[in-house]
């Protein structure tokens, strides 16, 4: 999951605790303009993965997606092929 920590009505973090606290091993990366590094520590703290300024090169935020997926799909013994689907049952 992608998580902004400016958020209109909850903050990022307040929502990245109580996603970690439902679903812990979800991955979430924080996108942000905030680069203080007490907010950093913060994400990283309450369990997310990456911590991305929005300047951040697109080619490193969706290679760092595709490592989470494979990460998913790893931990829950899924095997995926093609385009993502799961393979078709034997026959």
Known sequence: MLLDINLPLIGGLEVLAKLKAAHPKMPVIVISVVSKPETLV??????????????????????????AFDNIAENSGCETVGNGEKPAAPV
């Open 42 to 67: 913060q994400a990283h703290e309450l369990g997310a993965d990456a911590y991305v300024l929005k300047h951040y090169p697109i080619a490193r935020v969706l290679q760092m997606l595709s490592e």
